[in-house]
């Protein structure tokens, strides 16, 4: 089984990052959309890789997690039990679409998980913005004006942006119905998203 450290040698800033989840959730998805549940852009800083992505509290950890853009070491989603396998695929960004990328991830970070149609519904309702991991690498590849192809809200059609690099696998034993029933979107505070967009501009590298 490869350890986080060994995953992290193939990654580069930039690199599509595809997860196939263990909990109830990402079973569904799974089934409905090639095997995968879940995408985020990386970040390398030495021997580090962070993930930016926009995520369900219950996969990174419990309920104790907010909900929504965020940025987390590959490490601690490697070792969380909740991810099983991954596929690295890289779009070939230029040093300027990168920091567009970084930029627009800044901007977005703390919105809320987009969970399902009813709860985007609720939260139009309310007139207040979700997005899911699919909205937020979509709305970064625009931004930076590297999506070419013409994609629906799909992870299989999303990962023919990028060129596969190499697959990664670990045995798991989680128990689908507690992870899903125990799961938490709680939406982030005004001071976590403070907190955590500072904490992600110093790794980043993005100044004031």
Same mark, same amino acid.
């Given at each position: 089984?490869?350890?986080?450290?060994?995953?992290?040698?193939?990654?580069?800033?930039?690199?599509?990052?595809?997860?196939?989840?263990?909990?109830?959730?990402?079973?569904?998805?799974?089934?409905?959309?090639?095997?995968?549940? #879940?995408?985020?852009?990386?970040?390398?800083?030495?021997?580090?890789?962070?993930?930016? #992505?926009?995520?369900?509290?219950?996969?990174?950890?419990?309920?104790?997690?907010?909900?929504?853009?965020?940025?987390?070491?590959?490490?601690?989603?490697?070792?969380?039990?909740?991810?099983?396998?991954?596929?690295?695929?890289?779009? #070939?960004?230029?040093?300027?679409?990168?920091?567009?990328?970084?930029?627009? +991830?800044?901007?977005?970070?703390?919105?809320?998980?987009?969970?399902?149609?009813?709860?985007?519904?609720?939260?139009?309702?309310?007139?207040?913005?979700?997005?899911?991991?699919?909205?937020?690498?979509?709305?970064?590849?625009?931004?930076?004006?590297?999506?070419?192809?013409?994609?629906?809200?799909?992870?299989?059609?999303?990962?023919?942006?990028?060129?596969?690099?190499?697959? +990664?696998?670990?045995?798991?034993?989680?128990?689908?119905?507690?992870? +899903?029933?125990?799961?938490?979107?709680?939406?982030?505070?005004?001071?976590?998203?403070?907190?955590?967009?500072?904490?992600?501009?110093?790794?980043?590298?993005?100044?004031?």
């Amino acid at each position: 089984m490869q350890s986080a450290d060994q995953i992290a040698k193939d990654i580069k800033s930039g690199d599509l990052i595809f997860f196939t989840g263990t909990v109830f959730t990402s079973f569904v998805t799974q089934l409905a959309d090639g095997g995968m549940s #879940h995408v985020g852009m990386a970040h390398r800083i030495g021997n580090d890789v962070y993930i930016m #992505h926009s995520v369900s509290s219950h996969s990174m950890g419990g309920r104790n997690n907010f909900a929504g853009v965020q940025m987390t070491n590959l490490r601690l989603m490697w070792d969380v039990q909740m991810y099983k396998r991954l596929d690295v695929y890289r779009l #070939h960004l230029t040093t300027k679409q990168y920091e567009i990328c970084k930029h627009e +991830f800044l901007s977005l970070f703390g919105t809320p998980y987009d969970r399902n149609p009813v709860y985007s519904w609720v939260r139009q309702l309310r007139r207040k913005k979700s997005m899911n991991c699919i909205h937020l690498v979509l709305h970064l590849l625009e931004a930076c004006k590297a999506r070419t192809k013409k994609f629906n809200l799909r992870l299989s059609h999303l990962k023919t942006h990028g060129t596969f690099v190499k697959s +990664f696998n670990k045995p798991v034993s989680v128990n689908f119905l507690t992870a +899903f029933i125990c799961q938490s979107n709680r939406d982030a505070t005004k001071e976590e998203i403070v907190t955590g967009k500072s904490n992600a501009r110093n790794l980043l590298g993005v100044s004031q």
